[in-house]
């Protein structure tokens, strides 16, 4: 759910690995982000509605993933999935790292995109440091 | 009682203000810095700019010390997440959410939110009461028998479109007496009388069985690949 850059991105991975794969987002034009290859289905709807959920087959899903620009349709969404469609695997993004925090604390498998780019950051910046202009 | 209202659109607005005249301790919270100074104009200094979501805020708010928390927005997400946090980090006592889709509230309850208003289901119970939501129109209740004279109009994909009356099994105590057919000509059915789509049938019935009188006459005859299609084709 969502056909963002990361969506579009993973969408394409799990289709090249062979997986069958549903995207879904409420604009059709997200739809471009996906490679031509791309082997998988389209839907245009919004994944916070029960009927739209329904009619993409979530029921039968073996996993549903959250990552719309909204956090708190990601966390509706992904709740829903888990708890109304019993999917077995959900995972969330939630930009918010306090919202983030309660979610995964309620039980939700949540990523906080913030609080791993922050920490990536700093783990380059504590790395030995790159002599400048170096490269012989 | 500390009630935080996060939404101060038409309903937070009017919400907030029913509030503070009946004498609560009442904060607002709104994104939009044009209706929040809207409100703090006409209502006091009782509103806080920022995202009722955002947990720092909503701290500041004073979460932890509200009785109730009543989110409003117009989204059924942002009230969900509003509720969902005030109750697990919070521990606010009551939380209450305004939902749009009315699919919405069996949703919520699971999701523990146990209170939530729906402004689409009032207006649904209103219309159903007013109108019949089936194409039965009583005409008239006789008095003290219990019987109901009733008008149908056989939908064009109904079960009994092309049967003879006595082949129509119709609940107890219910009879055709009128047929009126898509000229406007009126017949007294007879047993061999044939139905067809677009007639109107005048029936007389008792009032508990007016479904069961409804749904012999309107039924759809076909069935799709999961059972009988309803009415509205899905």
Known sequence: MG?????????????QEGHE????????????????????????GTGIDQDVLARIGVGEADAFVAVTQGDNRNVM?????????????????????????????????????TKVGARLIKEALEREPVTRGGGE | MYIIVVG??????????????????????????????RIAEELGDISLRGDGCEASIMEMAGFGRADMVIAVTGDDEDNLVVCQVAKAKFNVPRAVARINNPKNEEIFKKLGIDTTVSATAAILAQIEQELPTHPLIPLLTLKGGGLEIVEVKVPENSAVVG???????????????????????PRVPKSDTVV????ELMAVTRTENEDALRSVLTAHATFGPYGPIDSQGR
């Open chain 1, 77 to 113: 969404a992904a709740q829903m999935a888990k708890h109304i469609f019993g999917v077995p695997r959900v995972v969330c993004r939630i930009y918010d790292p306090i919202r983030e925090e309660i979610y995964h604390g309620l039980g939700l498998e949540t990523i906080s995109p």
């Open chain 2, 8 to 37: 101060g659109g038409k309903v937070g607005y009017y919400l907030a203000k029913e509030l503070v005249e009946e004498g609560h301790e009442v904060l607002v919270m709104e994104k939009d810095p044009v209706k929040a100074e």
């Open chain 1, 21 to 44: 794969v549903t995207v879904l987002d409420a604009n059709p034009d997200a739809f471009r982000r996906l490679r031509p290859e791309f082997g998988g289905q389209r839907h245009v």
């Open chain 2, 163 to 185: 049967k003879r009356i006595s082949d129509i099994l119709l609940p107890q105590q219910s009879l055709i007496a009128l047929i009126v057919d898509e000229d406007g000509v």
């Open chain 2, 196 to 199: 067809r789509a677009g007639d």
């Open chain 1, 3 to 15: 056909c963002g850059r990361v969506g579009a991105d993973l969408a394409a991975t799990l289709d």
